[in-house]
């Protein structure tokens, strides 16, 4: 893996203005966009479903990440390939058939991730690593924004690296989860391709110069 890429949660931003904030994203020079889907049973918090996906692929072409933090995902899936999603990434804690669901989203020409809680092992997903695209470790428990990263989890994007250099794999690893200036240089350099940044993006006072300063990071035995 390359350059560090930067995925601004839109989570943290006004709703009110998602247009803005999405203008904000592309002008700061960060690829992705990350959106977090709540549906309030498996996280308690709601946010907003597969229309506000496609009100925004229609305005943008920045790579859209579907994070579902919803029960039973498979449900939920095709919504989210029909609105534009470019990557979607279901828990592992909520998906009885995950294999069957990782292959049902890459059939549709998308990127498959698996996520896990912060209360989860990285064994419970060693059988689908082979058939993701993209791992995301959760440093925080999720539903909330602008929590702080649990430092213990760090540990388990290292497993991943470990894990993906032995294997000879090429699914990204990604963290969400209180992750900033601060923080970026630990997850980075312990493996991390993907930050999710959302507090410390929307409420920065220069974007663009945190998107270059992370983008810039060393990666693992730099």
Wanted: charged share 25%.
């Amino acid at each position: 893996m390359n350059s560090t890429i930067v995925a601004p949660s839109l989570l943290a931003a006004d709703f009110s203005a998602a247009g803005e904030a999405l203008r904000l994203v592309e002008s700061s020079g960060a690829p992705w966009l990350h959106l977090d889907v709540m549906d309030g049973r498996f996280v308690p918090n709601l946010t907003f479903g597969p229309k506000m996906v496609a009100d925004l692929r229609r305005r943008s072409k920045l790579f859209f990440d579907a994070h579902l933090m919803v029960e039973s995902p498979e449900t939920m899936v095709d919504g989210f390939i029909e609105a534009g999603a470019d990557a979607i990434t279901f828990h592992a804690e909520a998906c009885v058939h995950a294999h069957r669901l990782a292959e049902r989203i890459r059939s549709a020409g998308r990127k498959a991730g698996v996520s896990i809680v912060p209360s989860t092992p990285v064994s419970v997903i060693v059988e689908l690593m082979r058939c993701v695209d993209l791992v995301l470790v959760m440093t925080v428990n999720p539903g909330f924004g602008g929590q702080k990263l649990i430092p213990g989890c760090v540990r388990k994007v290292e497993e991943l690296y470990e894990f993906r250099e032995r294997e000879g794999l090429g699914f990204e690893i990604a963290v969400d989860g209180g992750v900033n200036r601060e923080t970026a240089p630990r997850v980075r350099a312990a493996g991390a391709d993907v930050l999710v940044m959302g507090s410390a993006f929307f409420e920065s006072a220069d974007p663009a110069d945190l998107v270059r300063g992370v983008r810039a990071l060393p990666g693992p035995r730099a």
